[in-house]
């Protein structure tokens, strides 16, 4: 399958092939043509799915093929996220999609001065990503109109819901025209996700993706826990003792890669860091020192480590792990890949549990952890599982499993109300207010 067999436009092929999209990823395939045809779409996708071109480029196509042009302080789409990071990623992929198109696009998100952005407003905009809270001002100060909206996306509907805006997205749900088509994306599908589905969409079609790299079952992945204050130690000690030859390290702030490369090269170990303050020229050199074998240890951040091409490795270690848990997959998918076997591991801290849990949560297992003599931590790591709990003192019962939502890491299964016991039980985070206003009309 091509994009052309999706029955995307020139202008949107020519921007795909210059990204280096060669074949759409399954959300893709499945989401291109529902959207082209007018559906609404619950989607269960998450961030490395391609999501966001899932619903981007049929958005980008309709916009461009039908409807008015946008007048004064309107738009046309709307892609609701719930942070600014997200705003700001989907909005420059919307643009790098957008480019050969005569369609406008922005993005709009509180911490920084409103002005700015209801200047701009002011011409309309014909994609328009926001974060609920500051919609809602600029809405209220009349420097944004939805009666043009034919389009609205919630991406990562689940996150907004967890972050509080729940009564945010009521609010924007009066304010929207009952004639539109809405596009719902989300990790996971708690009770109040179903409900908010409910009440926005209308005979969505249902699309269910796993995330790329999740299914590594060629990844053999596991858990050391230590103390922090031994973490380099023992990733000496470990490296020495498995005679490991060429590994990814990821560490979580600029410093840490720096105070580990320091610590390694100081004991005659050939490694080199990049981060997000080394230039791009400096990150390439030593990714590529790495990849020609000259350089046996790189440490690196999330930040510096994305879009940089290291593929198929034989081992990546955490030394500290993410704070957020999808860079996890993220991180151990360049290892075991192609049908090679790879190993992941975690050097893990009683600080880290937290992490730890929303990292078994997300891809439903729990991670082996095996001791190392003469590593046991003083400060133990609590016990966890892939339900989420985090049993804080050695050998207290566990609470018996009820039915409940899917909560916050679930990863998207999705269940019908009879399957709902068989997900972990966390309990939904708060509850969704009820909509009232009536049903609406299908675009
Ligand atoms: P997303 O899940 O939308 O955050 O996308 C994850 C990453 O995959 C982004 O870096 C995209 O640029 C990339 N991507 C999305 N679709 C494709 C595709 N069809 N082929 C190759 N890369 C893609």
Redesign the pocket.
Known sequence: MTFATLGLIEPLLRA?EA???????PV?AQAIPAVLAGRDLMAA??????????FAVPLLQLLTLEGPKVTANSVRALILCPTRELAE?VHA?VAQYAEHLPLTTYAVYGGVSINPQMMKLRKGVDVLVATPGRLIDLFRQNALKLNQLQTLVLDEADRMLDLGFSEELANIYRMLPKKRQTLLFSATFSDDIRLLAGQMLIDPLSIEVSPRNVAANTVKQWVVPVDKKRKAELFVHLMRKGKWKQVLVFAKTRNGVDALVDKLQGLGINADGIHGDKPQATRQRALDRFKASDVQILVATDVAAR?LDIEDLPMVVNFDLPIVAEDYIHRIGRTGRAGNTGEAISLVCADEVNMLSAIEMLTRQTLTRKMEQDFEPEHRVPDTDASGQVVKKPKKPKKPKTSGGGGKRNLGKWVESGDVAAEPSIKPVRKVPVFNTGPRKKK
């Open positions: 795909l990204l280096g999209y060669q074949t759409p990823t893709q996708a998450q961030t490395g799915t391609g999501k966001t071109a899932g990623q992929s879009g």
